[in-house]
């Protein structure tokens, strides 16, 4: 098969939950591309070069061809639609419903959970580092994920929406948050972020986390 060209840029540390999920939806669909990487260190995401591809300065960017995305969730429906089902695996669910909430799930953990997200970063998945305990905010919010994914997740399954989606793996970094630091947590998030955590599309992106240390 010819495949595009395909080009995900990541941040250097590979830190990013947003790359990530970019990264394991290519993996997925098993489409060839080349990683490249942004010092955001160093902003690089400021550099006139990377700043002519990237219409956000943020990381991730994809480029397909003449085709140049950001924002993880748009990049991920675009790869579902130009890649689709049988011919490539699905990152979101056969049913029109559940796919709905799927990308439900995707927009609320990319803009809510902010006191989570700051008093553990990325650096507790992807570098074992440790922070002080949780404000009230951040209870507040680990409250507000457990309630919600206690109400998402059916007892027995390790799915959300009994297969796999992309979703999946966003809500298992989340969570993860938590676990990792080893913050309490219901005995079924943390077997579910625990299943979530060994596919092997994520197992690809941490080692590659794993290399930058």
């Known amino acids: 098969m010819n495949y595009p060209t395909i080009t995900l840029w990541s941040d250097s540390c590979f830190f990013s939950p947003y790359a990530m999920s970019v990264y394991v939806a290519l993996t997925e669909k098993g489409i ?4 490249k990487r942004v010092d955001l260190s160093q902003n690089a ?22 085709v140049l995305l950001t924002e993880s969730s748009a990049i991920a429906e675009y790869l579902e639609e130009r890649f689709p089902a049988p011919e ?4 979101y669910p056969r049913d029109r419903e559940k796919r709905a909430h799927a990308r439900e799930v995707q927009a609320w953990l990319r803009s809510d959970l902010m006191a989570l997200r700051s008093e553990r970063p990325t650096e507790v998945l992807f570098a074992g580092e440790r922070f002080a305990p949780l404000t009230p905010a951040g209870e507040q919010a680990a409250n507000k994920l457990i309630a919600a994914v206690q109400r998402l997740l059916p007892d027995g399954q390790q799915n959300l929406f009994g297969e796999w989606s992309i979703a999946d793996t966003d809500l298992a970094v989340m969570i993860n948050r938590l676990a990792l630091h080893g913050d309490a947590l219901p005995v079924k998030l943390q077997h579910y972020a625990e299943f979530q955590w060994q596919r092997a599309s994520v197992q690809l992106w941490l080692a590659e986390s794993g290399k930058t240390r």
């Open 32 to 35: 060839p591309f080349t990683l």
């Open 45 to 66: 995401q400021w550099d006139d070069e990377y700043r002519a591809l990237s219409l956000t300065c943020r990381v991730p960017t994809l480029q397909i061809d003449d």
């Open 88 to 91: 490539f695996e699905r990152l």
